[in-house]
């Protein structure tokens, strides 16, 4: 270095390389800000305009505040897209270098899982769920992010195995891969994730095989959920060691043995669910979780009493007990609970008298102990917090020991029955929604003293019979009531029981009752015997049209009963017998112009519950429509969104036929926004919930419009074909008016009216033309309704609510 002139040139070309990078990296922070501004117009392009929100239309503002995104410290660190109907998931977004956070939930993205998300070094939040990504997930999924804690690819169709390098991601804390098609097995190695706090695996098929007792090492552990799995073999005893679960879902495989001991003390489990599988033995074991809120062991082989320690479980609210083999009595402590909301003890073969106290220290919703040998009186106090909704007691033994029938404002329907205890001393059905005509067995009651039908939707006449009886209160008002007031009930004493039946007159100008019209009611009188005459000359004519043409061809008929034809479009393992024994009066839960829904329990099934609707075959179709009608089930049945009601089989004879549906346990969004029962006795819905709810709706609906071919027009959207599972996940139900149309765009005319008054748009009257806009215009009505809580069509008149 003695020449001075190469030391000043070295100097200087170090002099220039420093200045050269102080000024590259002063403009480090700008390059990278303006990169992450083309990257999210670059996917927003990728997504094809699907986004709702229109970045473009705010690309001179800071990408900071754009919808969707969040950054710490200028850069953006997080994407919440969910719903926003995005197609793909481009490879550019792990451009962005800080993001750890990716929520594209609820979305139509397919295809294989991402591996482009290997690139994203910083992720540590990813949601994938309700999506559409289909086949097996890569062996080298460890590959993601080692700073991952929170994996979601739930409600999926992913298949194959779950790959055993999965168990490297060592600091994940939510694991969340139910809902899908997984058909071959998980690894032992999820153990080793020795972090985990939730875990779900649920409804997979995957093969038969144990639980591995390497899940005992999840000490970590608060959610469990292995449910409908194929799981077979003993519960495992290493998983005691899992002592944190605080939820813990077994339900609706294969296990068998005994419930372990030690799951009864476990100190913070809340939830157990071990229905629907091959449980045997005994619970003896003392029951040290005092937190627990239900406990769901039926459709099992469990024998022996109900331990006395279920009555110091005082934040227990759901008892589920039914299709065991139970002995003994109930537990006095039982009634005692204060929280007790739900019991289900059916189909065992319990003893003795229910409890005394039972209904009075908790708001009991649903009682449920037929199939027993209970024997003694009901309980006084069973029906006295006005919350019971639903009893069934039938085959049992018990006495006539009920004085008092109380059910008010629970919506029940249909027409009373004509066999009642004969010491009743008050029957109390006011404002449900009855029908038909006053039982004349009524009249042999003679201890009543009190009988209350008001608001119902009686009609006919009033029996005469009734004004001999010996009440000190009678109110039939708010009905539809007609023809004269029985004699000795026209005075004071009853001026009020009357009121609002605008078809009643009176024989004496009682009250404000017009006064009936003689030679009226001689008319009318004339016009009956007139139309018995034409009845009678109907019905002998039509004998012997039945005689001439009917008989005959019966003889040649067998008398076995009718062939049953299955069709399944799932995997299910159920047959026709089970769905044609649970077809019975006391399943029954809805019913309507196309046929009657039952729901049926199945024993240890993996559908614990599916709804059945019946619908009678009407023998004058021709050929041609009954192979429409196939066609249209099978359609129906071909849909695979986890937003749409699932058709899992459908079943044929000569004289009807069933579509058997899985089970929705939070029924329906009309109970939810407009029955008083569902309003008084659970928390309203929130407004979050309502927004899930709409969006899963949405999207129900767009896969029928835009992925299934041909298109399916529901063509009768409205809030009670829009049903709640048990986590309130919202799907289209009832298709029966579906339209499958030819080409996309174009409308079908139909010759009918089809959909629900109030929901149809209002150019469909005339046009009777159908496409995707006539679910649009219903679904729009659908949102006004959760937004407001007004009925659809309850302006009266012609009016509805979106007028």
């Not at 950054?71 to 719903?83: A, R």
């Not at 409908?228 to 495989?253: H, Q, R, T, Y």
């Not at 479980?313 to 739900?342: M, Q, W, Y």
């Not at 519950?609 to 041609?624: C, E, H, L």
Request: glycine residues 6%; contains cysteine; proline residues 4%.
């Amino acid at each position: 270095m003695d020449n001075p002139h190469l030391v000043h040139t070295i100097l200087l070309a170090q002099s220039l390389l420093l200045f050269t990078c102080l000024f590259l990296h002063s403009n480090c922070e700008t390059i990278t800000r303006d990169d992450e501004k083309a990257v999210l117009l670059s996917l927003e392009r990728s997504w094809g305009g699907s986004v709702t929100v229109n970045w473009s239309s705010v690309i001179y503002e800071d990408q900071c505040n754009w919808p969707g995104i969040n950054c710490t410290d200028g850069f953006v660190t997080g994407i919440s897209l969910t719903g926003h109907g995005l197609n793909n998931l481009p490879a550019a977004i792990c451009s962005l270098t800080k993001l750890s956070h990716i929520d594209l939930s609820r979305n139509s993205i397919s295809g294989s899982f991402p591996t482009a998300l290997y690139n994203c070094s910083n992720l540590r939040y990813l949601d994938l769920s309700y999506n559409t990504l289909v086949n097996s997930l890569p062996s080298n999924i460890d590959r993601l992010s080692p700073r991952l804690v929170y994996l979601n690819l739930a409600s999926n169709s992913l298949s194959g195995n779950i790959p055993s390098s999965i168990g490297q991601l060592k600091v994940l804390t939510n694991l969340y891969l139910d809902a899908n098609q997984f058909n071959g097995s998980y690894p032992a190695e999820i153990g080793n994730i020795s972090a985990l706090r939730v875990l779900r695996l649920g409804d997979n098929p995957f093969l038969s095989g144990p639980i591995y007792p390497q899940f005992g090492n999840l000490t970590n552990l608060e959610y469990l959920s292995m449910s409908k799995m194929n799981i077979i073999g003993k519960i495992p005893a290493a998983m005691s060691k899992a002592n944190n679960v605080m939820f813990f879902d077994l339900s609706g495989n294969h296990l068998s043995g005994s419930i372990p001991s030690w799951i009864w003390s476990l100190k913070r489990l809340v939830t157990l669910q071990l229905y629907a599988n091959h449980l045997s033995g005994q619970i003896n074991a003392p029951i040290e979780s005092t937190n627990l809120v239900e406990i769901d062991v039926s459709s099992n082989n469990l024998s022996g009493q109900i331990p006395e320690d279920i009555g110091q479980l005082e934040e227990l609210e759901r008892l589920f007990l039914s299709n065991n083999h139970f002995t003994g009595s109930i537990p006095d402590s039982v009634a005692l609970l204060p929280k007790l909301t739900n019991v289900q003890l059916f189909q065992n073969s319990f003893e003795g008298i229910l409890p005394q106290e039972l209904g009075k220290h908790s708001l009991l919703f649903n009682l449920e102990t037929h199939y027993n040998n209970f024997s003694g009186t009901l309980p006084e106090g069973l029906c006295s917090k006005g919350a019971l909704a639903y009893i069934s007691m039938s085959a049992n033994m018990f006495s006539a020991g009920l004085t008092e029938v109380q059910i008010q404002e629970v919506n029940l329907s249909g027409r009373l029955p004509s066999n009642w205890a004969s010491n009743l001393v008050e029957i109390d059905l006011s404002n449900n929604k009855f029908s038909g005509r006053l039982p004349n067995t009524i009249r042999w009651l003679k201890s009543l003293g009190v009988l209350d039908l008001s608001e119902n939707r009686f009609s006919g006449p009033i029996i005469p019979e009734i004004e001999f009886m010996n009440l000190t209160f009678l109110n039939l008002s708010d009905n539809q009531f007609s023809g004269q007031i029985p004699l000795l009930l026209q005075n004071e004493k009853f001026k009020q029981s009357f009121l609002s039946n605008l078809g009643l007159c009176s024989s004496n100008h009682f009250a404000d009752y017009p006064v009936c019209n003689e030679r009226h009611l001689k008319n009318r009188l004339l016009i009956i015997f007139l139309a018995l005459g034409l009845t009678s000359v109907l019905l002998i004519w039509l004998f012997g049209l039945l005689r001439i043409k009917v008989l005959p061809r019966r003889q040649n008929e067998n008398t076995t009963t009718p062939r049953w034809k299955l069709t399944a479009f799932h995997n299910i393992n159920f047959n026709y017998q089970d769905i044609i024994c649970g077809l019975a009066d006391n399943n029954l839960i809805g019913s309507g112009g196309s046929g009657k829904v039952y729901k049926i329990c199945l024993h240890n099934n993996s559908y614990r519950f599916v709804a059945a609707k019946k619908i009678v075959s009407d023998r004058s179709r021709s050929n041609m429509l009954e192979k429409h009608f196939q066609a249209e089930v099978e359609i129906l049945g071909s849909i695979r969104h986890a937003n749409v009601v699932r058709l899992l089989s459908s079943m044929s004879s000569t004289e009807s036929k069933v579509l058997i549906y899985e089970y929705m346990e939070n029924g329906s969004l009309y109970q939810w926004l407009h029955q008083k029962d569902m309003r008084n006795n659970n928390e309203p819905l929130s407004w979050p919930r309502r927004m899930s709810i709409a969006i899963d709706a949405a999207r129900g609906l767009c896969y029928m419009h835009h992925d299934c071919s041909p298109p399916i027009a529901h063509c009768d959207v409205k809030p009670s074909n829009i049903l709640l599972d048990y986590e309130f996940k919202a799907k289209i139900a009832d298709l029966g008016l579906a339209r499958a149309l030819a080409k996309a765009g174009e409308p079908e005319s139909i010759s009918t009216m089809v959909g629900s008054f109030g929901y149809m748009a209002p150019e469909f009257g005339s046009s009777r033309k159908i496409n995707e806009k006539v679910d649009v215009y219903s679904f729009g009505v659908v949102l006004l309704e959760l937004t407001t809580g007004r009925f659809a069509n309850g302006g009266g008149g012609y009016e509805n609510l979106a007028q």
